[in-house]
Antibody, heavy 112, light 112 residues
Framework: VQLVESGGGLVQPGKSLKLSCSAS????????MHWIRQAPGKGLDWVAY???????VYADAVKGRFTISRDNAKNTLYLQLNSLKSEDTAIYYC???????WGQGTLVTVSS | DIVMTQGALPNPVPSGESASITCRSS???????????LNWFLQRPGQSPQLLTY???TRASGVSERFSGSGSGTYFTLKISRVRAEDAGVYYC?????????FGGGTKLELK
């Protein structure tokens, strides 16, 4: 199993960013997937989940601003981040539904 | 939301000794299927979190027998036997009984 995140970077408050998580080594379409984030020097915060049938749930802190989606043909998970705030600055990890496998993370920095 | 509270360790821990980390949940993690949905992770410096145990006490694939999880209801413990240098890092408990999935604040293990 391999998960590789990309798409992070420096973005201004109020702007948008789209993260990707490329999956391999398992039947991606059969499993739910999570996004989890970690602010610099802080603990882990669960962000969003998408089921194998594309049902979604979100943490209250991101509901209405972030959108999780998936493209099973491309074995890729996405997280669209809109209306970004400084408190969204974090490393964003994707993980499999059981949290058994994690990517290396991609850093999102929200700053003017 | 279920709040997860972790205890601290009397750092540094001498190599070869045992260490126990506690975790309390604000609600019972026993689900209607009888399983207790509590995970433990280790995050080594600069790395992604690694799943150690799930269902309170089942070790994840490839995890050393030196790691053992125990507990029930709302009180849980991760015991690390014969601590080694590679065990250093931050340990997190996580409840996966219900959405939103929540993590404890982390417990740092430093070795002497």
């Amino acid at each position: 199993v391999q998960l590789v995140e990309s798409g992070g970077g420096l973005v201004q408050p109020g702007k948008s960013l789209k993260l990707s998580c490329s999956a391999s080594g398992f039947t991606f379409s059969s499993y739910g997937m999570h996004w989890i984030r970690q602010a610099p020097g802080k603990g882990l915060d669960w962000v969003a989940y998408i089921s194998s049938s594309s049902g979604t749930v979100y943490a209250d802190a991101v509901k209405g601003r972030f959108t999780i989606s998936r493209d099973n043909a491309k074995n890729t998970l996405y997280l669209q981040l809109n209306s970004l705030k400084s408190e969204d600055t974090a490393i964003y990890y994707c993980a499999t539904n059981s949290f058994a496998y994690w990517g290396q993370g991609t850093l999102v920095t929200v700053s003017s | 939301d279920i709040v997860m509270t972790q205890g601290a360790l009397p750092n540094p821990v001498p190599s070869g000794e045992s260490a126990s980390i506690t975790c309390r949940s604000s609600k019972s993690l026993v689900y209607k299927d009888g399983k207790t949905y509590l995970n433990w992770f280790l995050q080594r410096p600069g790395q992604s979190p690694q799943l150690l145990t799930y269902w309170t006490s089942t070790r994840a694939s490839g995890v050393s027998e030196r790691f053992s999880g125990s507990g029930s209801g709302t009180y849980f413990t991760l015991k690390i036997s014969r601590v080694r240098a590679e065990d250093a890092g931050v340990y997190y408990c996580q409840q996966v009984r219900e959405y939103p999935w929540t993590f404890g604040g982390g417990t740092k293990l430093e070795l002497k």
